[in-house]
């Protein structure tokens, strides 16, 4: 099992920038497909990007395409979530996801096996 714990959100000015860093212990972080989510007040959970084990395909929520970038370090045991051209529909608290499936594209979060607590991520416009 793996622990994931997010960190770098916080308040921002719209158009500007913010990474997110998901730390993972318990486990290698190779063993998982990831992806960012985020949930905003009021609505549901949102996927945001996905990432192969391996980086080798990556995919994104058509909102946040061509801003956010997400990227990964198996051998520090990292995830992150570059975003760019922050606009206030991006405020929502921000989640970082482990799916065990091999497997590219899967945007459900019923997809995903384990979450971390979240990290808030604030964009006044």
């Known amino acids: 099992q793996v622990q994931l714990v997010e960190s770098g959100g916080g308040l921002v000015q719209a158009g500007g920038s913010l990474r997110l860093s998901c730390a993972a212990s318990?486990?290698?972080?190779?063993?998982?497909?990831m992806g960012w989510f985020r949930q905003a007040p009021g609505k549901e959970r949102e996927f945001v990007a996905g990432?192969?084990?391996?980086?080798?395909?990556?995919w994104y929520a058509d909102s946040v395409k061509g801003r956010f970038t997400i990227s990964r370090d198996n051998a520090k045991n990292m995830a992150y979530l570059q975003m760019n051209s922050l606009n206030s529909e991006d405020t929502a608290v921000y989640y970082c996801?482990?799916?065990?499936?091999?497997?590219?594209?899967?945007?459900?979060?019923?997809?995903?096996?384990?979450w971390g607590q979240g990290t808030q991520v604030t964009v006044s416009s």
């Open positions: 996801a482990a799916d065990t499936g091999n497997r590219s594209g899967a945007y459900q979060p019923e997809a995903y096996d384990y």
């Open positions: 318990g486990r290698t972080l190779s063993s998982y497909v």
């Open positions: 990432i192969t084990r391996r980086s080798g395909s990556r």
